[in-house]
């Protein structure tokens, strides 16, 4: 029996490689977030200026909505010759698939991360390079805030009816307080007049997220996997 | 459960009254100095508003009892407390605007404590979708969501909070002026008498549903 | 032969074990039980309860009432360890269509603590794909990857060896294939579980028959006679 770690590792490694593989992901994935990007500037660009801080709602905007979509995915993918179940009699414990998965869709959606914060500093003249490690910090605890939960309500739904359409309608209320916490710090640091001392408040906040609920996930992993 | 069918009815026979007789404790109550009437939503507006906590608490720790337990009761308490906090959620949303619509000339804005509201209600109505079209199995999921819901009202009212405040101060029910505290109380024992009851009511309609199921199986037999 | 894993597993009793959804319901007090170096057959028509039967003996699924102990242990008390000495082919298979047959293999066998190239390699040629070893399993036809798929649930060298419908899909080479590898799995010594409608092939491999309808067993006399036949009369008889 390997440790939980090493487990972890082991399952994330595949999902990394099964994406290396076929890449449907990681393409789709950045498609989908760069369409996002666009509709949601021609609604907030007026007169040819983008519209003050539509930057940083926008950004999270995006990586909600691919956040989701790849989560969706990535679990599609395991209901496919049920390999999650395979997963689950593996003699690991359940919170290594847990952890498995959230580290491989994290890789994944700080890949997509990569590509479009850059994109949208261009598309909108955010000041990117103002507080490049704040706003780096930002986004990896806001990411893991959305994945941790995502990842377990995902995994929930694999055999449950309707789940495309219930991953978002139970994910997106409960991340409100990561949303509110990365937009906000986000646009601190974009603001005309930053304000990097909120920034680092809202980005305490993220990182008291991240603990808690991680934790929660990991402790309800299990009982939720059984039936 | 006879203790528990003598007390419903008690219970939700005394909320009424309380209701009925609530107009008339209002109106005991003095003008409040800048709001004039309108204030007085404040009086159903307030005990809908820990109604709301009441039941989603009762929801999120119904869930986390069924999470580790499986016990078939918790379930049913947790589906009776998401049901009533949509509910009492529903009110708060309406009295909530309207009160701000006649003080501050606007039906919302997004001050700290109607947001986390409106959070919380979407919450515990996502747990209500889940639970119907979620297919078999759903009770589990959504004892995650109701647990997860409850523990996300700390973050949801910081957050909010810190991001806007328009709202009077928590602190306005304890600073409250004697005359005003009476049918405030008064009107809170009603709402939670009222929750109380509706949640045993609900509880217990649950658990007829699976009585049911299993009386049907057994006749398979 | 079999390896020593912590824990008996000389026999896998099945008690009263109920599973609904609701009103539906899946199984009703099913009891059986079963020993080591023999195969016992599930049988029954689609929805008669034999994944759900099998999904209970994998621990993945709970008994709404009932118990299954192995050896000694139930579920509960044997924890992830039990799981090592279970090996399950589902329906589906188990296969990650992305990946090769070794890479498969090397996966699973690193989550059971077995990763040694030796026993990947020999799994691949009882697979019969020692030559096909690194292309990707989305390609296989369904003959190929169900060989896989078995060798995957088999690499750990389970002693509790549950198969959903394992014969869906094969030829008659095939089938004559997995029927050997199946007995020779009983000479080992480990109980092996396997859930089928075709009663044809199940007559000539499995050791006892327990059949069920509608989330029953059924009683089916035993000795002379086709499993079909037997199992007709059975149900013939069931039916009010």
């Not at chain 1, 790849?70 to 599609?76: I, K, V």
């Not at chain 2, 004039?36 to 009892?65: D, E, K, N, W």
């Not at chain 3, 509960?76 to 296969?95: K, N, T």
Request: with cysteine.
């Amino acid at each position: 029996m390997t440790s939980v770690i090493a487990a972890a590792w082991q399952i994330a490694r595949k999902d990394l490689r099964v994406e290396a593989r076929s890449r449907e992901l990681i393409y789709t994935t950045i498609f989908f977030a760069f369409s996002c990007v666009l509709i949601f500037a021609f609604a907030f660009v007026r007169e040819g200026q983008p519209i003050p801080n539509a930057s940083a709602g926008i950004l999270w905007i995006t990586i909600a909505f691919s956040g989701t979509l790849a989560l969706g995915r990535t679990f599609e993918r395991e209901r496919q010759s049920e390999t999650l179940r395979a997963l689950l009699l593996a003699p690991v414990e359940r919170v290594a698939v847990y952890l498995g998965k959230l580290l491989a869709l994290l890789v994944l959606l700080f890949a997509v991360e990569a590509l479009i914060v850059p994109i949208i500093g261009l598309l909108f003249d955010a000041p990117l390079g103002r507080a490049p490690l704040l706003l780096l910090a930002l986004l990896v605890s806001g990411t893991i805030g959305f994945g941790s939960v995502g990842t377990l309500f995902a995994a929930m739904l694999v055999r449950a009816q309707s789940r495309d359409v219930l991953l978002p309608v139970i994910l997106y209320p409960i991340v409100v307080p990561v949303f509110i916490g990365g937009v906000q710090g986000t646009s601190a640091i974009f603001a005309d007049e930053p304000a990097l001392a909120m920034a680092q408040t809202w980005l305490a906040i993220l990182i008291f997220f991240d603990a808690v609920f991680v934790t929660l996930a990991l402790w309800t992993f299990g009982p939720v996997m059984t039936e | 459960m006879s203790s528990n069918s003598r007390f419903v009815p008690a219970a939700l026979g005394l909320a009424l009254v309380m209701f009925a007789a609530a107009p008339f404790v209002i109106n005991t109550a003095p003008y409040e100095s800048t709001m004039g009437l309108v204030q007085r939503i404040f009086y159903f507006h307030f005990p809908a508003a820990m109604s709301l906590f009441a039941a989603a608490f009762t929801c999120g720790i119904a869930s986390l009892i069924y999470l580790r337990t499986r016990s078939a009761r918790a379930d049913q308490i947790a589906v009776a407390g998401a049901e009533l906090a949509v509910v009492f959620g529903i009110i708060v949303l309406t009295t909530g605007p309207l009160w701000a619509r006649k003080t501050w000339g606007i039906w919302w804005d997004w001050d700290a404590k109607l947001t986390s509201t409106l959070v919380m209600w979407l919450i515990f109505s996502s747990y209500l979708l889940l639970r119907r079209f979620g297919g078999p199995g759903s009770e589990m999921l959504s004892a995650a969501v109701g647990f997860f819901g409850m523990m996300l009202v700390p973050f949801v009212y910081v957050s909010v909070n810190f991001w806007r405040t328009l709202h009077p101060k928590t602190s306005v029910v304890p600073n409250l002026p004697a005359p005003m505290l009476v049918p405030a109380l008064w009107c809170l024992t009603a709402f939670l008498l009222l929750f109380i009851s509706l949640l045993l009511l609900r509880a217990r309609l649950e658990a007829s549903r699976s009585d049911l199921d299993r009386v049907a199986l057994a006749l398979e037999d | 032969m079999m390896p020593d894993v912590a824990g008996d597993f000389t026999v896998v009793q099945v008690r009263d074990v109920t599973r609904h959804y609701g009103r539906r319901r899946a199984l009703s007090r099913v009891s059986l039980e079963c020993r080591a170096g023999s195969i016992l057959g599930l049988l029954g028509p689609n929805g008669a309860g034999k994944s759900t039967l099998l999904g209970i003996l994998s621990t993945l699924l709970r008994p709404t009432s009932g118990t299954v102990l192995y050896g000694e242990r139930t579920a509960h008390e044997g924890g992830d360890g039990l799981r090592a000495a279970i090996g399950v082919l589902g329906h589906d298979l188990f296969l990650y269509a992305d990946l090769t047959a070794r890479e498969n293999l090397t996966f699973f066998a690193r989550l059971y603590g077995v990763a040694d190239a030796g026993r990947i390699t020999t799994a691949l040629e009882r697979a019969g794909l020692a030559d096909r070893a690194d292309d990707r399993v989305g390609a296989f036809s369904r003959g190929l990857r169900q060989r896989l798929g078995l060798e995957r649930a088999l690499i750990h060298q389970p002693r509790l060896v549950l198969l959903d419908e394992p014969f869906t899909g094969l030829d008659d080479d095939s089938t004559a294939r997995l029927t050997a590898r199946l007995a020779s799995l009983r000479e080992a010594g480990a109980i092996v579980v396997v859930a089928t409608h075709d009663f044809e092939t199940a007559d000539g491999l499995v050791d006892r028959a327990a059949c069920l309808a509608n989330g029953r067993l059924v009683p089916v006399a035993e000795g002379r006679g086709r499993l079909r036949e037997r199992y007709r009369a059975a149900i013939g008889s069931a039916v009010p």
